[in-house]
Every structure is written in C-alpha cells, then in structure tokens.
C-alpha cells in the first residue's frame, strides 16, 4: 500500500468514526435522552446549524479554495435532491449551504457527502473555517503562482486537531495570488496573498481582520514570509486566539477584539513567540499531500473535454455576445477561456448542480470553481466551444449574463432559514436585481451591491460599493399605535479592503429606489478617474442623507411597507436563538 492510499484510508476511517459518533448522538436526541443544549456542540462542530423553522437543520459543506471536482458536484446535487427539497445555496465563504433538513436524516447526508471526501466538519462553531482561496489558481493570467495546493494543505491539516475545533469564536483563513484579491483578504483572521521573492514561493500575511457588527481592518504582520514557513506561522496566530480569545462574550470573541483591546503590538510579539515555540517544541506538521478530491486534489489530471457531447447551439445570437462581453474571460494558459456562471442570489437546483458537472467534464477540465461573489466559474474552456457551453447553461436557466456587475447582488438567506435574520435578504436582492437589469452605463454596471439580512455580515455589506443590513422599525399607523415595518441601514463606498460609510435606514419596499437615487446622482456628479468611494467620501453622508431623506418615513397607508419583499403577510420580527453570529 502507497502512502497516498494509506493516508487516505486513515482519513476515511477517522470521518466515518466521526459520523458514526454524530449518528448516536443524534438518535439520542431524537429519543429524549439528551437535549438540545448537550447535542449542540456536537452538531455545530459537523456544519450543522438549528433553523428558525422547527425541527430542521440547514447543512454547510466546506469547499476548501472553492474547488471541487464534478463528482462532487454530482454528489452535491444528489443530496439536494435527496435530503434539501432540490436545492442548495452558495455562500460568500465558498460554501453550500443547504436547508429543512430534518436531525434524523442528517448522519446520513454526512456520509454521503464523505463518500466523495465532501465534509462539513468545522464548517461551523468555533473553529477554524472553510479556508478560502482564489478559485482561479492555478489558470489565472496574471498570479505570481498557483496558491490552492498551500490552500488545501492547510484546510487538511488543521482538519479535526484538538486546537483548531473548540476556539474562543471562528478563524477564518484566506489565500489569494490575484491583483483582484478576490478572496479580499483583509477580511480573515489570516490573510495570505502570494508572492515570489528572489524566485522562492512565499506570501505577505495580515492577521486579525473582520466584519460583523464592528468590522475592523487586518493589520501587515509579515510582509514575506517563505512558503515553508507558511503552517507554523499560522498556528502561531491560532495558538494566541486560543489563550486571549474572550471565551465569556462570544460578541467580543473574534481575534480582532484581542487586536482592539491590546494593540497590534503586543499581538505581533505574542504570536513571534509561540512561532519560535513551535520552531522548537514542534506543532501541527504540514501534510505533503491531501486525500484525492480534497480541497479538489487529483493525484492525475482528467483529459480535457472537446466538448463533443455538447449540442451544437445556433448562431451568435445578441444573447450569447452579450454573455460573453461579461461572463468569458482568457486565462493563462494559451487558447483557453474561463467562463463565469452567473447564479442568482446563489441558488442553485439539484437539476442545475448536475447540468454544471456535466459542462465541467464535457467542455472543461472537469473541475467546479466556487466564487467569493456566489457565483460559479469553470475553466479550460475552448474558444470553439463557448456558444456551445452557452447554450447548455441556457437550458438550465444559468445563461445570465453581467456576473458580478451591479445586477448580480450577493445576498445571504436572511429570515428565509437564520434564527438571527431579520429581514429575507434573497428578496431584496432579486428586487435590485430587477430594477437595475436594464442599466447600461459602464460605470455603473461595474459597481457590486451586498446585503445581509442582519448586522452580522455574512452577506458582506461592509466591502460593497451599496451594501444593505437587516433591521426593523415601528412606525405610527392611522388607526392608532405602532406597526413594524422591515428596513436595511445603508452604506456606500466599500471595498475588498476598505469599509463602506454607514448612511441611514430606509424601508425595506424602498431600498432599490434609494440605490436608483443614488445611482443616478453618482452618473451626473462622478469625476473621470475616481472610484466609487472617492464620490461617496467627496459628497459625504450629508449630500445622502438630503437625497434619501423622504425615504426615511415610509407611507403608513401603503400596505406594502408593511411587507418584507416575498412576503404576502405583514412583517412581524422574529428571532431565534444565534449559533453564528459576530
């Protein structure tokens, strides 16, 4: 037996062992015999979260580096099909969530997953995350080199460690080589951008970055640190989260609140200390290789599709030039494109999960590429088999063009399934949509809209050029008293590494209207050369305020006001208990 098949037969078993462990616990659940708070723990560290709909679980499986072979995406819709009523839901953090599933169903859909070495293990809880990574490496024009190997081996090595799964809060770890930094960084708990220095792979590393509530910007703890460096440097910065991370608040328990209340400094040197501690006493080992189909490891290269199998689509049609001035663009390697999927709103049927692993493997390189932006990306597509590719993605109603543009919003699920959302996001997102299908101007059509159905940014709002959060507002009615009416604060001017400015809250009914305002006032007073954040910090809140401010009381005799969109039913708050927040 190889090491490769050793290594692999190891992990399969400690994952079945794990799932077994999951399948008593939660028979014992159902039974009685333990009760919510004692299964808590256990199903949180297995991805599964409690929903605010009685006796349903939604299920987040890691995707390390947004990369997954077809498969898995295969898989991947057989379980939405199976367990999640058909569909499944792309995350920010390169994930898919899916929803409604019922406890006693759950140990099953983890094994399903595991068959293909799928896992949600520390998907959630206090642990360390879904490590995050460029889905382009690997085929991006202009990276220095491809990232997803150092991506991957470190998701597989921090992989059920006793440090890296009962945390103070999560940590989250994000790879990127692109000048984009699509993975925006300056987000994680460690973000990690390559570079070569003197020909040797290494990466600058920032520490201690975050949104939620009280977003703050990571601080440069290394400008270049060489690749072999890259996990012992890492688990120095856990090792400081696991002894200073508040354990008593979870509000103020991420590792940007340690950072905030003892200063970068004195972070810095804590974390040197535990590096030269592992230097010398040793730590988690970086593994030389990952099982096959982790983290989409292939130990052998699948054949290129030709895209034989896919049928011949009609002539250039507006349709398809439109699709590929936005969705296609040309990688690094010579004649081949990368084509991106626009996924509304993230969502995604088991129908069209099968009908993307079919265009991967048929036309592609047989490998799915899960984006920041909640959309899919496929590469090694020829310049031959684009309109074919096209129409295939046609069929399945995934032909959209304008990817992430300013019609292409990032929303999370919101009150749809959270117990912490207040408001359904994946309504309001398909209502911008709507209303800015049709806008023309480049300007514009370049600009990205988040939302998140409450402060907790996991829509990330905070990094948008018009991002939208969750809140709720009682206003006086004719016939006496107060009704609550669904409302998002705005803000305006974010960035992948500088935060939007907060401007005020309309009503939900009215936020596309005030990101017509605004965008209407950006195209006559915007300046050659400047960015949307230059506009924004160049008129200020004042000049938005003014121009939004009819919007800020909402007509009490319009019965809409009083809906949240998708919603035939008034608006009535409703919070459960939080298993994810800040």
């Not at 009685?54 to 987040?60: K, L, Q």
């Not at 974390?271 to 989409?296: H, R, T």
Request: proline content about 5%; charged content about 20%.
């Amino acid at each position: 037996m190889t090491a490769q098949q050793i290594l692999e037969q190891e992990y399969d078993k400690v994952v079945r062992a794990d799932i077994d462990e999951f399948r008593a616990l939660a028979a014992s659940r159902i039974a009685g015999t333990i009760n919510d708070d004692e299964l808590r723990p256990h199903r949180l560290r297995r991805g599964v979260y409690s929903q605010r709909q009685e006796g349903v679980h939604m299920i987040r499986t890691k995707v390390p580096g947004g990369l997954l072979t077809s498969e898995q995406m295969r898989r991947m819709a057989h379980v939405a099909d199976e367990y999640a009523g058909g569909k499944g839901h792309l995350t920010t953090r390169q994930n898919i969530q899916y929803h409604f599933v019922p406890l006693g169903r759950v140990a099953d859909l983890l094994q399903s997953l595991a068959d293909v070495r799928l896992t949600t293990r520390e998907a959630c809880y206090n642990t360390v995350r879904n490590v995050t990574g460029c889905q382009l490496a690997g085929i991006h024009p202009q990276e220095p080199f491809d990232v997803q190997p150092y991506a991957r081996k470190v998701a597989y090595a921090f992989l059920h460690k006793e440090l890296t799964d009962n945390l103070p809060r999560k940590f989250k770890i994000g790879f990127s080589a692109c000048p984009e930094d699509c993975i925006a960084t300056a987000i994680n708990d460690c973000g990690l951008r390559g570079i070569i220095r003197d020909g040797v792979h290494g990466f600058s590393m920032t520490v201690a970055g975050g949104l939620g509530p009280l977003p703050t910007e990571a601080r440069l703890l290394h400008e270049w640190i060489p690749a072999d460096e890259l996990l012992p440097r890492i688990e120095a910065i856990v090792r400081i989260f696991n002894m200073h991370g508040n354990r008593k608040n979870k509000n103020t328990a991420r590792l940007k609140f340690v950072m905030r209340t003892r200063g970068f400094e004195w972070l810095r040197d804590a974390i040197e200390e535990q590096y030269q501690d592992i230097l010398k006493n040793g730590g988690i080992a970086m593994p030389a290789e990952v099982p096959e189909s982790f983290g989409g490891f292939r130990a052998e290269k699948a054949p290129l599709g030709s895209g034989a199998l896919l049928p011949v689509w009609e002539p250039a049609t507006p349709e398809f030039n439109e699709w590929r001035q936005s969705n296609v663009m040309t990688q690094k390697q010579k004649n081949y494109n990368i084509i991106t999927i626009t996924t509304p709103q993230g969502n995604l049927t088991g129908a069209q999960m099968y009908g993307v692993a079919d265009i991967a493997d048929q036309a592609g390189d047989g490998f799915v590429r899960f984006t920041m932006g909640q959309n899919i990306q496929l590469g090694w597509i020829g310049e031959g088999n684009l309109q074919k590719v096209y129409g295939a993605l046609a069929k399945l109603n995934l032909g959209g063009a304008h990817a992430n543009e300013i019609s292409d919003p990032i929303s999370c699920p919101g009150a749809y399934s959270c117990n912490l959302g207040l408001t359904k996001t994946m309504g309001l997102g398909e209502a911008i949509a709507k209303a800015l299908a049709n806008e023309t101007d480049p300007l514009v059509r370049n600009l990205r809209i988040n939302s998140s159905g409450c402060p907790n940014s996991c829509g990330q709002h905070w990094i948008a050029d018009i991002g939208f959060y969750g809140n709720a507002r009682k206003i006086e009615v004719p016939e006496g008293g107060k009704k609550e009416v669904p409302h998002y604060q705005m803000m305006l001017g974010g960035s992948q590494h500088q935060f939007g400015v907060q401007i005020m809250s309309v009503p939900a009914r009215l936020a596309p209207l005030a990101v017509q305002r605004v965008l209407e006032h950006y195209k006559h007073h915007h300046i050659a050369g400047d960015t949307f954040r230059d506009y924004v910090l160049r008129h200020k809140v004042e000049t938005f305020k003014a121009m939004l401010a009819d919007l800020a009381k909402p007509p009490a005799d319009n019965p809409e006001m009083f809906r949240d969109w998708g919603d035939d039913v008034e608006y009535s708050l409703q919070l459960g208990r939080g298993e994810c927040a800040a």
